[in-house]
C-alpha cells in the first residue's frame, strides 16, 4: 500500500496569512494527487485535482504543485471561512486509495 | 444538480448487519465510479472501496474484504453499501463519493454522510 504522510499534522495563522501544507507519498504517484478541504461535520469537499489543477467553483488563493512523491497545498491569503482540515489522497494506485492524516488549520 | 443523499444515522449491535444507500442524480449512473469512505469519530478518512456501476463491479480495501459489500439498483440509480459483522470500531459516518470515468479520478461529489454507531 502506498502512504501517504502529511506535515504539519496542525498548525495555527492568522486572517491574511501564506499557508502551505507537504504531502509525501512512500513511493512515486505522479500527478495523482487530490486535495480535499473538510469542516466540521460535513463531507469532504475536493480543491484540487491531479496535483495542480483546481477543481470549479474552488477560488484561485489555493493551488497545488508538486510530481513524484512530494506534494503541497498552498492557500495564498488565508480567509476565515477557510479555516478547516486539508486532506491529500492518491489515486495511483488501488485499493486501496489512500488519504493522508489530516492537516487542521486553526486560528491563531 | 449533482447529489448523492445518503440513507439515516443507524445503530447497531455488534455482531450485526447494515446497509446504508446513496441515492444518486443529475447525471448518467453508470457512467462514473462510486466510493465509499468512512470517518471515525474524531479521526482522519478511510477509503473502504470502489464500485462500477456500469458493470456492477467492485475493489474493497483488504481490511474489509468478506464483510463489506457494495451492490445497485439501476432503475432508482441507487447504490448501496453494507458491512456485516459490525464491531465496535466500525462505528464511523460513512460517505458515498463519485468518482470519475477513471479509476484514478478524484472525488467530486459527496454525499452528506450517514453516522453508523455500533454499540451493545
Known amino acids: 500500500d502506498i502512504q501517504m504522510t502529511q506535515s504539519p499534522s496542525s498548525l495555527s495563522a492568522s486572517v491574511g496569512d501564506r499557508v502551505t501544507i507537504t504531502c509525501r507519498a512512500s513511493q512515486s504517484i505522479s500527478s495523482y494527487l487530490n486535495w480535499y478541504q473538510q469542516k466540521p461535520g460535513k463531507a469532504p469537499k475536493l480543491l484540487i485535482y491531479a496535483a495542480s489543477s483546481l477543481q470549479s467553483g474552488v477560488p484561485s488563493r489555493f493551488s497545488g504543485s508538486g510530481s513524484g512523491t512530494d506534494f503541497t497545498l498552498t492557500i495564498s491569503i488565508l480567509q476565515p471561512e477557510d479555516f478547516a482540515t486539508y486532506y491529500c489522497?492518491?489515486?495511483?494506485?488501488?485499493?486501496?486509495?489512500?488519504f493522508g492524516g489530516g492537516t487542521k488549520v486553526e486560528i491563531k | 444538480q449533482v447529489q448523492l443523499v445518503q440513507s439515516g444515522a443507524e445503530v447497531r449491535k455488534p455482531g450485526a448487519s447494515v446497509k446504508v444507500s446513496c441515492k444518486t442524480s443529475?447525471?448518467?449512473?453508470?457512467?462514473?465510479?462510486m466510493h465509499w469512505v468512512r470517518q471515525a469519530p474524531g479521526q482522519g478518512l478511510e477509503w473502504m472501496g470502489i464500485f462500477n456501476p456500469s458493470g456492477g463491479t467492485t475493489t474493497y480495501a483488504q481490511k474489509l474484504q468478506g464483510r463489506v459489500t457494495v451492490t445497485r439498483d439501476t432503475s432508482t440509480s441507487t447504490v448501496y453499501m453494507e458491512l456485516s459483522s459490525l464491531r465496535s470500531e466500525d462505528t464511523a459516518v460513512y460517505y458515498c463519493a463519485r468518482g470519475g470515468w477513471y479509476v484514478t479520478d478524484a472525488f467530486d461529489i459527496w454525499g452528506q454522510g450517514t453516522m453508523v454507531t455500533v454499540s451493545s
Open positions: 443529475g447525471y448518467t449512473f453508470a457512467s462514473y465510479y
Open positions: 489522497q492518491q489515486s495511483y494506485s488501488s485499493p486501496p486509495l489512500t
